[in-house]
């Protein structure tokens, strides 16, 4: 992740935590979408419990607060863990000459204090709102443009790079089209930064490091695993998310099946296709069953698309919350414990927070789903989001003592 140099037992007992915190790209940013991932989600169940109960009588916020709370998931709470993780593996894989901290701390920095200006404008109005949004799209436009450098010094054809660098391209167009919502009346431009956050960004790349990284830790662990990966599996599942954003973005809801039905089919075989052998320990499983929840969500998608044909609207947000909790949730969970206990020199398993974290937030996406068919809507919903606080704050507590403290190997980075 860095160069290589000689750290002896004395210096890291005198490393104050902070410092810790900074001296990789991970620890940096997983430490900032933490933070993130709190404080959003937490205002989100604060705004949901007023809005059910009118306790807390909370100001407005500039706009309307479930378009807020749209954009701020995929645009500063999984970026930050994003860029963190990109960061750390784009000079692995190409390989490429890494980060250094004044690399990735504007990013980290910047995206830090976007959420905090964006999550505070229900007290400062529209210029908070404003400030947040440009302070985030600086901190994006850093992001990107050390992944387009890097990219371009790849002399490994390295598809994988090369596709999530594609859905970095489509996030950061989805962060300006929220400026320029700010600007401009109609409300297109929010759609679109909604709708790409989803199909554009988080998607493709969730998809993109499965394809290179699950069948890769599998083979780790299972020698006589078959690392099955071809490349024109990407290009598949590039074709279906562009035709899903095609046709959702031109109000087309009832073709959707075209491309969620066959990602449907294609997710389960995948899925099934990479299946690790029996006796797999939970750390290596726990990736594919949070997988699991991709064909779920292009299911739920293809009903509703399916059911709009003889004129029945079912379903509301579940299909985007099966995609939203269900897989951005319970991969971000295995994902960063894997990372986190892997880059600083721990065992790979999965402890009982860990644990626990991964499988209370499968039922809080169960739980978000039922809502759009409960008879209190509101209710069900402040219930899931104070689920999604409750679940994963021992584990982020946890993760961030990792992250703040030197490798338990005595080793650099």
């Known amino acids: 992740?860095?160069?290589?140099?000689?750290?002896?037992?004395?210096?890291?007992?005198?490393?104050?935590?902070?410092?810790?915190?900074t001296v990789t790209p991970h620890r940096a940013l997983f430490a900032v979408g933490a933070g993130n991932l709190c404080l959003s989600m937490l205002w989100w169940a604060l705004w949901l419990i007023d809005i059910r109960w009118g306790l807390l009588q909370l100001p407005s916020t500039p706009i309307y607060a479930g378009w807020l709370h749209a954009v701020v998931l995929p645009y500063l709470v999984l970026a930050p863990f994003i860029f963190g993780f990109l960061f750390t593996v784009f000079p692995r894989w190409m390989p490429v000459a890494p980060f250094g901290r004044w690399h990735y701390l504007p990013t980290a920095g910047s995206l830090l204090l976007a959420q905090l200006v964006l999550l505070s404008s229900m007290f400062s109005g529209p210029l908070g709102l404003h400030i947040g949004l440009?302070?985030?799209?600086?901190?994006?436009?850093?992001?990107?443009?050390?992944?387009?450098?890097r990219l371009r010094q790849d002399r490994s054809d390295c598809w994988h790079a090369r596709s999530i660098t594609l859905a970095m391209a489509l996030g950061w167009l989805g962060m300006l089209a929220i400026c320029v919502h700010q600007f401009a009346a109609s409300h297109v431009w929010i759609d679109l930064a909604m709708k790409l956050g989803v199909h554009g960004l988080l998607l493709p790349i969730y998809l993109s490091v499965a394809h290179r990284m699950f069948p890769f830790f599998a083979k780790s662990v299972f020698p006589q695993y078959e690392a099955w990966r071809p490349v024109g599996l990407l290009g598949a599942l590039w074709a279906l998310l562009i035709l899903h954003l095609v046709l959702e973005l031109s109000g087309a809801q009832r073709w959707l099946w075209l491309s969620d039905l066959p990602a449907t089919v294609l997710g389960l075989w995948m899925v099934k296709r990479w299946w690790p052998p029996q006796g797999a320990p939970f750390i290596l499983r726990a990736l594919f069953v949070g997988l699991l929840w991709w064909p779920i969500g292009a299911a739920l998608y293809s009903v509703q698309s399916l059911l709009l044909w003889v004129d029945i609207a079912a379903l509301g947000r579940a299909p985007l919350h099966a995609y939203t909790i269900g897989l951005f949730g319970a991969v971000l969970v295995a994902m960063v414990s894997r990372v986190s206990r892997g880059h600083s020199g721990r065992r790979l398993e999965m402890n009982r927070i860990d644990r626990s974290a991964f499988i209370a937030i499968q039922a809080v996406a169960v739980l978000r789903i039922l809502a759009e068919f409960g008879v209190d809507y509101w209710a069900v919903n402040a219930v899931a989001a104070i689920g999604w606080v409750l679940v994963l704050l021992p584990w982020l507590l946890q993760c961030m003592w990792i992250w703040s403290t030197p490798r338990v190997d005595g080793k650099p980075g």
């Not at 992740?1 to 915190?21: D, F, H, K, Y």
């Not at 799209?137 to 992944?147: E, I, K, P, R």
Request: charged residues 5%; hydrophobic residues 55%.
């Open 1 to 21: 992740m860095g160069q290589t140099v000689s750290v002896n037992s004395a210096a890291i007992a005198a490393t104050p935590s902070t410092s810790w915190l």
């Open 134 to 149: 440009l302070v985030g799209l600086a901190g994006w436009t850093n992001g990107l443009v050390l992944l387009l450098d």
